[in-house]
């Protein structure tokens, strides 16, 4: 009986190279058709390189063998000599370690797997950005980078170290001279305690996302004031941490750097970690963005950056008018933003990078003539073409580059659905992503005051539960009704009493409505007003106490709350300007008559001005 001879599928290599696109594809593995060429020709080539780096020189013996007329052990038309060697190829092949034969397995599902299908390599990239730790990161660098590769267009790329060094040093010199003079770049500048310089950084950071500059500068400063280290953060309360926060906003955030201060001082001995994996990885609530700005303003770190700011820099640069939010292109702007930081000056380059998005690379109307890297930017070459091509006295096409693949559409141009837009310029760059509108929820609130307590008039504040929106924070008696409004008089009745005791009902009246919209609620507060005369509850359930008008706008309490106590105050109708996302409104019924409508009052309804005239000469 013939023995049977073991597959070798796994050893089979591809042959192509770069230097022969068109060469006939080999077949492999179970008889299948290597898939073809990529776009720029880099997948089958680096498949090619990273197999013949993990098989070696085992391919040899594979081949040798797979030439041979018959199997180990069986004598055919292989000469007793030749076939003496054959089996002592063979049997050093077969008595590799498992561990090897794992190897090779795996190189060849890798191989097969970067060759595959568009969609596949989309996954892939996804995978990558959420690799375990312990793979190493220069492996998964580099298979993101070969996914990269295979599906953009170069045009979209630095192809030369070249622009990367102009693009580098032009940032740096025009950041010199024009950057912001910030309390936090003060602090870390002059910072010698890495450890310090760290929590300076991260808290600044922490701050400033989804928060204009101007608005940071205060809180930051008392932050920092109130808390100089992280040992002072550490010991502190939430409460302490959600009143210094009260009105900065997406309040979660405060809590999370309490946390991840508490976890330095107690399990990491007070040591912040010094690269941007290990923060990443060790401390609460820092993201990707987080660990690289820590990790290369504090520690020197080469290591870049994309936040909002970033994305539209790069974005127009290298004109990429796809959706940024997309898998291939975060993945994309994370490998530019990589390959052009300054290893010398990293910190810098990255807030230069930051600084440029934010005065001179903005969203409407950028300065264009003030850009210090307007000599690399597609978007601004883009611009010029369409006008050119727009000029009746300059017939034909001008000469200016534009991305071409070679075939199908580029994953990083524009859709064809989204045309060029003449009136933005290069503020068609980057394209904005569709966002769901946030869903709206009614909310039935009362300001319970009682006017004459003990120590000056006192108002009733509830903690709302430790998680979910506004965790932790103070607020007024709510209870969530349907927008139509029925019921809702009961069930805030109801839910006042389960505070405060019996109340009368007659005394609770509606007042007007706040409109605030959180990142993914958009909540009508309808307000309600109910003042205790000289009643005093007995006793002050757990979660509840009671705040004079002074305690209550240092308390921790959201914006929306104090766009609630105002309407009850009495507050004059109209969108409050320190807020653009919040309106608060006023029944009709108690608003002011503008000076025309009393005029037309007074002049459909002459009874009401004759009996005032009437009274008027009767007090005389």
Known sequence: MTPRVPRLSSLWVRRA???????????????????????????SVQTSRVC??????????????????????????????????????????????????????????????????????????????????????????????????????????????AEVTVFRESLLSWYDQEKRDLPWRRRAEGEMDLNRRAYAVWVSEVMLQQTQVATVINYYTRWMQKWPTLQDLASASLEEVNQLWA??????????????????????????????????????GVGRYTAGAIASIAFGQATGVVDGNVVRVLCRVRAIGADPSSTLVSQQLWSLAQQLVDPARPGDFNQAAMELGA?????????????????????????????????????????????????????????????????????????KASRRPPREECSAICVLEQP??????????????????????????????????QCQHKALLQELQSWAGPLPATRLQHLGQVVHTFSHIKLTYQVYGLALEGQTPVTTPSGARWLTREEFHTAAVSTAMKKVFRVYEGQQPGTCK?????????????????????????????HIRSDASRLNGTAQ
């Open 17 to 43: 190279s770069a230097s022969s696109p068109g060469a006939t594809p080999v077949v492999g593995d179970g008889g299948r058709a290597s898939p073809p060429e990529s776009l720029t020709g880099r997948t």
């Open 52 to 161: 013949r780096g993990v098989v070696g020189s085992e391919r040899v013996g594979a081949d040798w063998l797979l030439r041979s007329n018959s199997p180990p052990g069986v004598a055919g038309t292989t000469p007793p000599r030749k076939r003496l060697a054959r089996d002592a190829a063979w049997e050093a092949i077969m008595k590799k370690p498992r561990a090897a034969v794992g190897r090779r397995a795996a190189v060849g599902r890798r191989c097969r797997k970067q060759a595959s299908s568009q969609a596949g390599r989309e996954k892939h990239a996804l995978n990558s950005s959420q690799a375990n730790p312990s793979v190493p990161d220069g492996l998964a660098k580099r298979q993101e980078e070969v996914v990269l590769q295979a599906s953009v267009s170069p045009y979209h790329l630095f192809r030369d170290t």
């Open 247 to 284: 009105g900065l906003g997406y309040y979660s955030r405060g809590r999370r750097l309490q946390e991840g201060a508490r976890k330095v001082v107690e399990e990491l001995g007070g040591h912040v970690p010094r690269t941007a994996e290990t923060l990443q990885r060790l401390l609460p």
């Open 359 to 431: 005065t001179v690379c903005t969203p409407q109307r950028p300065l264009c003539s003030q850009c210090p890297v307007q000599s690399l930017c597609r978007a601004r070459q883009r611009v010029e073409r369409e006008q050119l091509l727009a000029s009746q006295s300059l017939p034909g096409s001008p000469d200016v580059e534009e991305c071409a693949p070679n075939t199908g559409q580029c994953q990083l141009c524009a859709p064809p659905t989204e045309p060029w837009d003449q009136t933005l310029g290069v503020a068609n760059f980057p394209r």
């Open 452 to 485: 004459r307590a003990r120590g000056g008039a006192r108002i009733l504040l509830v903690q709302r539960p430790n998680s979910g929106l506004l965790a932790g924070l103070w607020e007024f008696p709510s209870v969530t009704v349907e927008p139509s409004g």
């Open 578 to 606: 320190s807020s653009k996302r919040s309106q608060v409104s006023i029944p009709a019924s108690r608003k002011k008559p503008s000076p025309g409508q009393q005029i037309l009052d007074s002049f459909f309804r002459p």
